[in-house]
T-cell receptor
Framework: RKEVEQDPGPFNVPEGATVAFNCTYSNSASQSFFWYRQDCRKEPKLLMSVYSSGNEDGRFTAQLNRASQYISLLIRDSKLSDSATYLCVVNRANTGNQFYFGTGTSLTVIP | ETGVTQTPRHLVMGMTNKKSLKCEQHLGHNAMYWYKQSAKKPLELMFVYNFKEQTENNSVPSRFSPECPNSSHLFLHLHTLQPEDSALYLC??????????FGPGTRLTVL
């Protein structure tokens, strides 16, 4: 079983729509959780960390459900510039700082 | 953003060549990573170094040889590569596994 699983999409949504991405992780010892964004032919960049209580950054909201080993990302009022691949990432404390990446979910926001 | 730099940004090499990729991080982090990203595939972890010591070698062929002379510099020495090794090679750093920052990558083409 993969460490991190995501629906690869693609998600094609109109501007202004709300879109949600889901991610599951297999190891209950996972400790830190992140969403990264990767634009075409560029490196991944941290979008936001995900905290147990859930956190919001502008139009972006991240949720963590440890019991279900599930992470989500909600994007409200989608902009054209949100088009990218969104990577779910987890880290376990006992793996020497090793990060586990999902395959990414592709989002295209359409005018 | 110059936290993690990589050179060269693009590299074309023949199968008999020897070349090296360089990564430098200016963030004072204690862990550095090499990843491979092939077209339409997820990030594949290759090597992890913590405090200059290699802590992970993810079954990488010996034609890839990492070197970490200090906690700020990481090299990936390449020799007798195959065309299927063509990919984007990404370097990253982190501090205690909190957040990972990526360099811009080296786009490698093996002829």
């Amino acid at each position: 079983r993969k460490e991190v699983e995501q629906d690869p999409g693609p998600f094609n949504v109109p501007e202004g729509a709300t879109v949600a991405f889901n991610c599951t992780y297999s190891n209950s010892a996972s400790q830190s959780f992140f969403w990264y964004r990767q634009d075409c032919r560029k490196e991944p960049k941290l979008l936001m960390s995900v905290y147990s209580s859930g956190n919001e950054d502008g139009r972006f909201t991240a949720q963590l459900n440890r019991a279900s080993q599930y992470i989500s990302l909600l994007i409200r009022d989608s902009k054209l510039s949100d088009s990218a691949t969104y990577l779910c990432v987890v880290n376990r404390a006992n793996t020497g700082n090793q990060f586990y990446f999902g395959t990414g979910t592709s989002l295209t926001v359409i005018p | 953003e110059t936290g993690v730099t990589q050179t060269p940004r693009h590299l074309v090499m023949g199968m008999t060549n020897k070349k090296s990729l360089k990564c430098e991080q200016h963030l004072g982090h204690n862990a550095m990573y090499w990843y491979k990203q092939s077209a339409k595939k997820p990030l594949e972890l290759m090597f992890v170094y913590n405090f200059k010591e290699q802590t992970e070698n993810n079954s990488v062929p010996s034609r890839f040889s990492p070197e970490c002379p200090n906690s700020s510099h990481l090299f990936l020495h390449l020799h007798t590569l195959q065309p299927e090794d063509s990919a984007l090679y990404l370097c990253a750093s982190s501090q205690d596994g909190v957040t990972q920052y990526f360099g811009p990558g080296t786009r490698l083409t093996v002829l």
